[in-house]
């Protein structure tokens, strides 16, 4: 088995830990400590385990709004002639672009985007969008409302 | 939309917290030559804003690797709301965003198998009344995910925080990290 990635797998211990910091991400490793009976050190190992192996990110996240970000779009990306990881790669090089999923369906690709207004996307984003080859029609979903958002799950990368 | 003021100073401990998160409030009141206590008012003030939001990622391997599905819903329009809480009230489903265009609504979620996202979509979501289409598209492979940009506010006032409230209310001088 590959150890890097998140090929190991939490105990009980580990679990706990992982519920307190997705409560609250800056909580001290003494209050966790406290709060599960097991010393500062053990807290510190097995937090550092986590992360170095990648099975756990601690995030400071910042609301779309925390940077101005008004517009969000959800556009499923038709690709013809040219391999759909080729064009996914080229897309999430766009700093707007803040997701780019391969997928099965009607269409290739599923990105997120977000500017901070209309002017922006018609000026910039699409247009970096349209310029890449291989992208033969794209279908856009305007976000009117965020009526859920978890994201405490990542994706393997 | 919405009107945000960030200062230059929110702006740089946002991007030392980004590289960050575990950084303590004494690091961040050293590196930008100020003093602790500004640092972790403004922090709080940032996460009682609803801009900010302290979390843990766990790969989705620790999860079983759940399948990733993006559903997009076709309705009535004048039951979207409605439909919107129906499908956010369930566990599998992690986003709902109501959307203008291609679809009405989209969700987002994490299953099992590929046998329960087919189950979802056809027995618990097409049923609903006011649905026309539900569009199923699996994610094979993601190649980029920033989730340090998310939606942490919900709904137009300040609502009470949706979790650890007044967790921190006395957080001491220590570092996060210990050292």
Redesign the interface.
């Known amino acids: 088995m590959v150890s890097d990635g998140a090929s190991y797998q939490f105990d009980e211990i580990d679990r706990a830990i992982v519920a307190l910091l997705k409560e609250n991400g800056r909580i001290t490793n003494r209050d966790i400590a406290r709060k599960l009976n097991i010393t500062r050190a053990t807290v510190g190992t097995r937090i550092a385990r986590m992360t170095s192996t990648g099975a756990l990110r601690i995030v400071a996240a910042t609301d779309f709004a925390a940077y101005g970000y008004d517009v969000l779009l959800a556009i499923g990306v038709e690709v013809h002639g040219r391999p759909a990881e080729e064009v996914a790669r080229e897309l999430a090089r766009l700093p707007e672009v803040f997701a780019v999923h391969l997928v099965t369906g009607a269409r290739e690709l599923e990105i997120l985007v977000a500017a901070h207004d209309f002017a922006e996307l018609s000026n910039g984003v699409i247009d970096g969008i349209a310029g890449i080859p291989g992208i033969r029609s794209i279908d856009v979903g305007i976000a009117a409302d965020i009526v859920k958002y978890q994201f405490d799950v990542g994706i393997s990368r | 939309?919405?009107l945000?003021e960030?200062d230059e100073l929110d702006r740089r401990i946002?991007d030392l917290?980004?590289e960050d998160?575990?950084l303590s409030n004494r690091s961040i009141a050293r590196r930008l030559g100020l003093v602790e206590g500004t640092i972790r008012a403004r922090i709080k003030r940032?996460q009682q804003r609803?801009?900010?939001?302290?979390?843990?990622?766990?790969?989705?391997?620790?999860?079983g690797?759940?399948t990733?599905a993006?559903i997009?819903i076709r309705n009535d329009t004048r039951l979207t709301r409605e439909l919107?809480?129906t499908i956010?009230g369930i566990e599998e489903?992690?986003?709902?965003?109501?959307?203008?265009?291609?679809?009405n609504l989209?969700a987002v979620g994490?299953f099992p198998t590929l046998e329960s996202l087919i189950e979802l979509a056809n027995n618990r979501i097409l049923v609903l009344p006011g649905v026309t289409q539900v569009?199923?598209?699996?994610?094979?492979?993601?190649?980029?995910?920033?989730?340090?940009?998310?939606?942490?506010?919900?709904g137009a006032d300040a609502a009470p925080p949706l979790?650890?409230e007044g967790?921190?209310e006395d957080?001491?001088e220590?570092?996060?990290?210990?050292d």
């Open positions: 939309m919405s945000v960030l946002l917290l980004g998160a575990r940032l609803r801009l900010l939001r302290f979390t843990a990622i766990t790969d989705n391997r620790q999860h690797r759940p990733l993006f997009g919107a809480a956010a489903v992690r986003s709902v965003i109501i959307t203008l265009g291609r679809f989209l994490l569009e199923t598209s699996v994610v094979v492979k993601s190649i980029k995910y920033n989730e340090r940009m998310a939606k942490i506010g919900f979790d650890g967790e921190d957080e001491d220590e570092d996060q990290s210990d």
